[in-house]
């Protein structure tokens, strides 16, 4: 059965970096037609995706977050990561990584891990 | 890329039927048939329940079902169970720079 589990610190100071971790288990993550993929969720709003990340390590992000956003695969510990630079008040959320295959479905998920922006 | 548009909240008493709607756009429900839908129990992972607009995954019960029209894709659950009360999201690929757009939630209720 294919886990992820998100880790990472719960506060992050304005101006910051946020960096997350989703471990994997039960999958490779070398594994074919799979990308990898950061998804968040303010609360009461849409669930945003952020970017994902293919098994050759190419990268694809969301226009509104590019600028600074950083997805990266770590093959050795089986595990990707996140990170969100410049944080403000606005980037508080509960963040998701998820499984994306062919494209086009998130089919496996985490749990989540909160994450506020503050003083 | 603006999010889908999702009613808030639907209810219905154990044994019905509840549907839920999914508005987008021709750039995205519109244009692709790749909507997915995904059931979230606050504090557990998401699942995903429907993908492709009308494909189950291995193990989710046929009483979930989707469909689209035009811009506007829709889940349907029927026979209701107090297990279905959960938050149910909607997703479309849009195409344009490979962008995925989700829905707000709609959170059902089982009466």
């Known amino acids: 059965q294919v886990q992820l589990q998100e880790s990472g610190p719960g506060l992050v100071q304005p101006s910051q970096t946020l960096s997350l971790t989703c471990a994997v288990s039960g999958d490779s993550i070398n594994s074919g037609h799979t990308y990898w993929s950061w998804i968040r969720q303010p609360a009461g709003k849409a669930l945003e995706w952020i970017g994902r990340i293919y098994t050759s390590g190419s990268t694809l992000y969301n226009p509104s977050l590019k600028s600074r956003v950083t997805i990266s695969l770590d093959t050795s510990k089986n595990h990707f990561s996140l990170e969100l630079y410049s944080v403000t008040a606005a980037d508080t959320a509960l963040y998701y990584c998820a499984r994306l295959r062919d494209v086009v479905m998130f089919d496996v998920w985490g749990r989540g891990t909160m994450v506020t922006v503050s003083s | ?111």
Not at chain 2, 85 to 93: H, V
């Open chain 2, 1 to 111: 890329q603006s999010a889908l548009t999702q009613p808030p909240s639907a209810s219905g008493s154990p044994g019905q039927s509840v549907t839920i709607s999914c508005t987008g756009t021709s750039s995205d429900v519109g244009a692709y048939n790749f909507v997915s839908w995904y059931q979230h129990h606050p504090g557990k992972a998401p699942k995903l329940i429907v993908y492709e607009v009308t494909k189950r995954p291995s193990g989710v019960p046929d009483r979930f079902s989707g469909s689209k029209s035009g811009n506007t894709a829709s889940l349907t659950v029927s026979g209701l169970q107090a297990e279905d009360e959960a938050d149910y999201y909607c997703n479309s690929y849009t195409g344009s720079n490979n962008f995925y757009v989700f829905g707000a939630g709609t959170k059902v209720t089982v009466l």
